[in-house]
């Protein structure tokens, strides 16, 4: 029985030396490979605990336990508690985007269709602008960017209007933030 693949093969075999380096390197990558999980674990884990200090624990203490806003430290860094407003349309979209159209914030809204067009439709996905029809699969979604509503729930709690934070998930958020003294030349 011949080999019809003979005629592609190297004859030439790698060598137990060159086979010996081969596993080697690929030891070697695999080393890497595990070097990064645990590097990029490390970096979550720190980061975890920066974000818990500058969002949490810092904040509360400056502002909850001693009464702090702002305040220079012993080694003359300043540090500041900061506050925002945060909302989340999350799970209660739809009735976020009701609440905006009844109260006459419809505009806050984009609204986008995209319409499916298979492989071989290329004409037709040219020909949209003067022919859309119910021969595609169309599909409509509506949002509001996350920064724009948060802006907007802000405008309106400061303005003293009720804006309901259940559906939008207001929450305020605290951080701080340090300031390095600048080093004088």
């Given amino acids: 029985m011949s080999d019809p693949f003979a005629g592609f093969r190297d004859n030439d075999a790698p060598t137990n030396d060159g086979m010996a380096k081969l596993d080697t390197l690929i030891q070697e990558l695999q080393d890497s490979e595990a070097s990064v999980i645990a590097a990029e674990s ?11 200090l ?4 810092i904040p509360e203490y400056m502002a909850d336990e001693l009464g702090l806003e702002e305040v ?3 080694t003359g860094l300043m540090v500041k508690v900061t506050k925002s407003i945060r909302a989340s349309m999350g799970k209660h979209k739809s009735q976020c985007l009701a609440w905006l159209e009844k ?4 505009g806050l809204i984009k609204r ?4 499916a067009f298979n492989r071989d439709e290329q004409e037709s996905a040219a020909a949209l602008a ?3 029809s119910t021969d595609y699969d169309v599909r409509t979604d509506m949002k509001v960017e996350a920064s724009t509503l948060a802006a907007f729930v802000r405008e309106q709690l400061e303005a003293g209007i009720d ?4 559906i939008f998930g207001i929450f305020e958020q ?3 933030k340090v300031t390095r003294p600048k080093i004088k030349k």
């Fill in 163 to 166: 804006v309901p934070s259940d």
């Fill in 42 to 52: 490390a970096l979550k884990y720190a980061q975890a605990i920066r974000d818990t």
């Fill in 130 to 132: 003067t022919k859309l």
């Fill in 174 to 176: 605290r951080k701080v």
């Fill in 72 to 74: 220079k430290t012993r």
């Fill in 103 to 106: 109260n006459g914030h419809g």
């Fill in 112 to 115: 986008s269709v995209a319409v």
């Fill in 54 to 57: 500058v969002e949490q624990t």
